[in-house]
């Protein structure tokens, strides 16, 4: 009997708790502390991955950069639009995010052709026609192959690749990157997943409710 | 006569005996096939057809227009095959994308591919064999 009220007890403080304290998610990447003094006291910051200024073309011919991105929260890929393999499934699973938070001012989609040749403005916007996308809350850009193969690795930690020998000539991974409104990278999501997308859309209210 | 009616009787047992042993041996026949062909429709086809056959948007067509499937039945073979190129009309809409080809594949497994499509997706055709394939795969425009 006085187990049993100890246990209940103890779950109740337990509920009380977590209620408290608001779902947080992880921040990934590099990391790394800095000492700084604050008011003559020496504290230690840390100072997390972000990522770097970009400037690209969309599917308007309109210059996207990082500043287009201020203020809100986002998911990115790298994809083409010839490619026969895991991009119609990561893209029938965006459209699941685009359509959810679709007309939200404070997120937006990116994707990246690394297509960088085949894959002009005018390629993206009859893509983007096709699959249903209208207005920029999503973007599909275009940029030199060395400034978004270095953002992709570096920046977002996708791989992508040229290869002959692979389905219409590109490697790529099919993950979805949320970015925080600070620029941090707050999840990886398999796009080719429905399950997980549908764990990524969940992520994002978590995400603005952040900011609230 | 008692003897005829036995015998008539037992006849008539052994005929529908083989009748139904026939059928069965179709419908199995059917049935791998499909199997087959659902299984190699996940591998192959699923990512841009889905697993609904619905396709995606405007990018890639449904196999859900069943008319589009019976008038061009003797052409799907040539389509696995070789991909296509050429703009369609499917389901009322147009089609401009390119479908990549599989050069490699057997003519048994574009056969349990063609089973499969034409008998889902609210499409229903029956059985598509090895040698409907074969002699399908023959008069190609490639």
Not at chain 1, 59 to 83: E, L
Not at chain 1, 112 to 135: C, Q, R
Not at chain 1, 143 to 165: F, I, R, W
């Amino acid at each position: 009997m006085r187990l049993n009220f100890i246990i209940a007890a103890s779950l109740l403080a337990l509920a009380a708790c977590s209620g408290e304290n608001k779902q947080k998610l992880p921040i990934l990447g590099q990391r790394e502390p800095v000492e700084k003094t604050v008011n003559g006291e020496t504290v230690v910051d840390t100072i997390y991955q972000t990522v770097p200024a970009f400037s690209f073309i969309n599917q308007d011919s309109a210059v996207v950069s990082d500043k287009d991105f201020n203020g809100k929260i986002y998911v990115t890929d790298f994809f083409f639009t010839s490619c026969p393999s895991i991009c119609p499934v990561m893209h029938r699973n965006m459209l699941k995010v685009y359509e959810k938070f679709k007309g939200n001012d404070e997120v937006k989609l990116l994707s990246h052709t690394i297509d960088f040749k085949y894959d002009t403005p005018a390629k993206l916007k009859e893509y983007a026609t096709k699959l249903g996308v209208s207005g920029n809350q999503w973007e599909f850009v275009r940029g030199t192959k060395d400034s978004v193969y270095t953002l992709a690795e570096k920046s977002y930690m996708v791989a992508v690749n040229e290869d002959k020998q692979a389905p219409g000539g590109f490697v790529h991974q099919g993950w979805f990157i949320l970015v925080d409104k600070d620029k941090r990278l707050r999840g990886a999501y398999d796009g080719t997943n429905a399950e997980q997308v549908e764990q990524l859309m969940k992520d994002m209210e978590v995400l603005l409710e952040e900011y609230r | 006569m008692r003897n005829k009616v036995v015998c008539l009787f037992f006849l008539a047992i052994a005929l529908l005996v083989t009748v139904q042993a026939c059928q069965t041996e179709e419908q199995l026949k059917y049935a791998q096939y499909y199997t087959n062909g659902k299984a190699l429709y996940d591998q192959h086809c699923q990512n841009c057809h889905n697993s609904d056959g619905k396709g995606l948007a405007n990018l890639v067509p449904p196999l859900t227009d069943t008319t589009y499937l019976k008038n061009h039945k003797n052409e799907l073979a040539c389509i696995i095959k070789h991909g296509l190129k050429d703009t369609i009309m499917v389901d009322g809409r147009q089609f401009s994308g390119e479908m990549p080809a599989n050069h490699q594949m057997p003519d048994i497994d574009i056969a349990a591919i063609v089973t499969y499509i034409t008998n889902s997706f609210g499409n229903k055709q029956g059985l598509y064999d090895v040698s409907n394939a074969g002699s399908d795969l023959k008069g190609c425009e490639h």
